[in-house]
């Protein structure tokens, strides 16, 4: 079974400026089609789960472009260019490639300094 | 608009059963993969169980293999999970979810205590 990894668990942050998280994966995530189906999800306080990013870095709909998704193979990062307050919340990674069904990393915490 | 509202939740005696719902609009539901998600009080997100469009394909998580089924009705627009011989530690919020979670509904908690 593939098991995913984050760090830092906890991630405080100033207000406008950069953060980052790291995800690993115990295998590669690379898919016999060639994709790499590793997602990033948001969860703020009190809210449920919003994706962000699919497909390493591929930005859902309506999300700001300073996050970005980069990575391959085995080691993913999420990037936000300058935090803001609305971002405060658990951060997950989540692999598709190995089935059955997907597998989460244990979530990173982000909140203001 | 994508819609997805999960129901059924509540407490349950350990050994119970509950069944969820999950109610979809505003896509073609038939197309797309669904599946649930749940999270224990104040912790991560742990996928239960995925189910293929068309029904023909299921799959479970090891921790609820043999007592969680997963089903849809795509007449209804609708997917479900049978929850059977419940324990305390499947209390938490269930979501639903459409196709590798790219929406989520806003879950229905069940606490599974005596």
């Known amino acids: 079974d593939v098991v995913m990894t984050q760090s830092p668990l906890a991630l405080p942050v100033t207000l406008g400026q950069p953060a980052s998280i790291s995800c690993r994966a115990s295998?590669?995530?690379?898919?016999?089609?060639?994709?790499?189906?590793l997602n990033w999800f948001q969860q703020r306080p009190g809210q449920s789960p919003r994706r962000l990013i699919y497909k390493v870095s591929n930005r859902d709909s309506g999300v700001p472009d300073r996050f970005s998704g980069s990575g391959s193979g085995t080691d993913f990062t999420l990037k936000i260019s300058r935090v803001e307050a609305e971002d405060v919340g658990v951060y997950y990674c989540?692999?598709?490639?190995?089935?059955?069904?997907?597998?989460f990393g244990p979530g990173t915490k982000v909140d203001i300094k | 608009e994508v819609q997805l509202v999960e129901s059924g939740g509540g407490l349950v005696q350990p050994g119970g059963s509950l069944r969820l719902s999950c109610a979809a609009s505003g896509f073609t539901f038939s197309s797309f993969w669904m599946s649930w998600v749940r999270q224990a009080p104040g912790k991560g997100l742990e996928w239960v169980a995925d189910i293929k469009g068309d029904g023909s394909e299921k799959n479970q998580a090891d921790s609820v293999k043999g007592r969680f089924t997963i089903s849809r009705d795509n007449a209804k627009n609708s997917m479900y999970l049978q929850m059977n011989s419940l324990r305390a530690e499947d209390t938490a919020v269930y979501y639903c979810g459409r196709g590798w979670l790219a929406n989520w509904g806003q879950g229905t908690l069940v606490t599974v205590s005596s």
């Open positions: 295998q590669s995530l690379v898919h016999s089609d060639g994709n790499t189906y």
């Open positions: 989540m692999q598709a490639t190995h089935g059955p069904g997907v597998t």
